[in-house]
């Protein structure tokens, strides 16, 4: 026997999917509903909206408390060491107070562009190392030990400094020319240099820094250096030195010997005396015109009784 045949199976048409930009139309019939009204909420202040999250703490730059910003200028508050101090307080005083003129006379130097020549010129003279003078000495001793009648070489010439072999160069008149410190600590050790040197004609310059010529002589420091001798191929150039020199100081002495200095107020003082002279004129100004009224009344009358008359 045959098998039955099955039923045909019904196949459901496929459901189109719904389009999420649909429009929908608005229902024109008088049945529809209007929507409601969306009450507007007002949105709260910011200064109340953060309120709960973040606490206003204002900050303290006390000791020990919270850092300053980094732009600030500390150099105020530094402690610094007692000799920067004692320098700049010493400095402070020479401005305002008034200095007598054996002190003034140090802070009137030698210009840069002379003191540049004298100091590549005193080079040339710089006194010899220990080692220098050592191997010198050795030289010598081999030549002797070699050949007997060796004539003795003399010693080569060089700037003596130290303010008692200087002192003593000019008061037998051996020195050509004087170096001076302007910064010598204390100044009483080189104030009278610059009065002996005239005494006894012989030409000085005072330099800036005790450093500077201490290099020249091979130490930290130095107050004072000299020429005692020049060698023959340097004594033009030496010459015209001199003459630069002696224009400045040596010419100028009677009217630097004169001069006093200090009496420099500060800034905050000069500012305090605009402001008094301000005031001042102001009330001249007034005083000035409730004056000429008076003035003008007193001349009409005068002009009146001359009428009268």
């Known amino acids: 026997m045959a098998p039955k045949a099955k039923p045909p199976t019904k196949v459901a048409p496929p459901k189109l999917a719904k389009s999420r930009t649909a429009v929908k139309q608005p229902d024109t019939s008088k049945s529809a509903k209007k929507p409601k009204e969306v009450k507007k909420v007002k949105a709260p202040p910011k200064n109340r909206r953060f309120n709960a999250l973040f606490q206003a703490r204002p ?7 919270d850092l300053p910003p980094k732009d600030t200028d500390l150099t105020r508050l530094v402690r610094w060491p007692h000799y920067i101090r004692r320098q700049r307080q010493k400095r402070v005083l020479q401005k305002r107070l008034r200095v007598p003129p054996a002190v003034h006379q140090f802070t009137l130097t030698v210009d840069r562009h002379t003191k540049k020549e004298l100091f590549k010129f005193a080079a040339k003279y710089k006194p010899e190392s220990k080692i220098q003078k050592k191997r010198r000495l050795m030289k010598i001793a081999q030549a002797k030990l070699l050949n007997k009648e ?8 060089a700037l003596a400094a130290g303010a008692q072999r200087v002192t003593r160069l000019i008061q037998q008149k051996r020195a050509k020319l004087v170096f001076i410190a302007h910064d010598v600590d204390p100044l009483e050790l080189v104030l009278c240099l610059p009065t002996l040197c005239k005494k006894q004609g012989v030409p000085y310059c005072i330099v800036k820094g005790k450093a500077a010529l201490g290099r020249l002589v091979g130490f930290k420091n130095c107050s004072t250096v000299a020429f005692t001798e020049i060698k023959d191929e340097d004594k033009a150039t030496f010459k015209k030195l001199l003459e630069s020199v002696n224009i400045v100081f040596s010419e100028k002495y009677e009217e630097a010997r004169k001069t006093w200095g200090g009496l420099n107020l500060s800034r905050k003082s000069r500012d305090k005396l605009k402001k008094k002279e301000k005031l001042a004129a102001e009330n001249r100004r007034k005083l000035g015109k409730s004056a000429e009224p008076e003035k003008k009344k007193a001349k009409k009358s005068k002009v009146e009784d001359d009428d009268e008359e």
Do not use: L, M, R
């Open 59 to 65: 900050k303290n730059f006390g000791i020990g408390q």
């Open 150 to 157: 060796t004539k003795h070489v003399a010693k080569p010439i």
